[in-house]
């Protein structure tokens, strides 16, 4: 059974701090990695999507890296602002049409 | 233009009582999917379709019965509704490996 885990679950930093949040997964065979973005009360938005034959994605100041064998992913942000305060989930799946198993989220906080 | 919608958004209703969430999506994919998340804000699949057939039906008690009209829409009808059912429901479709999520219906049961 495919568990996700995200520690910590709570991250504080100052603005302009980098910072990378941690995924890791205990089953290897996935088809593609998605870290997502949640505002308090509010849905999901897809950040970046990892296929399992790639090793990273960017998008702007978001870097998510794929580490299949070792069952680990990140999620690097650069010079961070306090309007990414959110949770950042990150979640997995075994095919292209297949559910989603996700972890518990990272909140995180950026200080001005 | 809205690519996954859910009504209502916000949803209260007493314990025992039946309700219905709609779920509609208009980018073309073949499958979607009802997600729960709880008061711990862990987010667990509940039911996917594909094609109007039902592929996933993970552990979910039977008083929670989905319905797929059509390709384009998923609902959740709940049955004899309990306190433990509060949480938020995220509606979500898939086309080429990429979910894309529903703005979530916030359900409070008292």
């Known amino acids: 059974k495919q568990e996700v885990t995200q520690i910590p679950a709570a991250l504080s930093v100052p603005e302009g701090e980098n910072l990378v949040l941690n995924c890791s997964f205990t089953?290897?065979?996935?088809?593609?990695l998605q870290w997502f973005r949640q505002d308090p009360g509010k849905g999901l938005t897809s950040l970046l999507l990892i296929q399992s034959s790639q090793r990273e994605q960017t998008s702007g100041r978001l870097n998510a890296s794929l580490d299949k064998s070792s069952g680990r992913s990140t999620l690097y942000i650069a010079a961070s602002q306090p309007g990414d305060s959110a949770t950042y989930l990150c979640?997995?799946?075994?095919?292209?049409?297949?559910?989603?198993?996700f972890g518990k989220g990272i909140t995180l906080s950026v200080r001005p | 233009d809205t690519a996954v919608s859910q009504t209502p958004k916000y949803l209260v209703t007493q314990m025992g009582n039946d309700k219905s969430i709609k779920c509609e999506q208009n980018?073309?994919?073949?499958?979607m999917y009802w997600y729960k998340q709880d008061s711990k804000k862990f987010l667990k699949i509940m039911f996917s379709?594909?094609?109007?057939?039902?592929?996933i039906n993970e552990t979910v008690p039977n008083r929670f019965s989905p319905k797929s009209p059509d390709k384009a829409h998923l609902n959740l009808h709940i049955n004899s509704l309990e306190l433990g059912d509060s949480a938020v429901y995220f509606c979500a479709s898939s086309g080429r490996g990429l979910q894309f999520f529903g703005p979530g219906t916030r359900l409070t049961v008292t």
């Open positions: 980018l073309g994919h073949d499958t």
């Open positions: 979640a997995v799946t075994i095919g292209a049409n297949s559910k989603l198993t």
């Open positions: 089953d290897s065979a996935i088809y593609n």
């Open positions: 379709y594909n094609n109007k057939e039902l592929i």
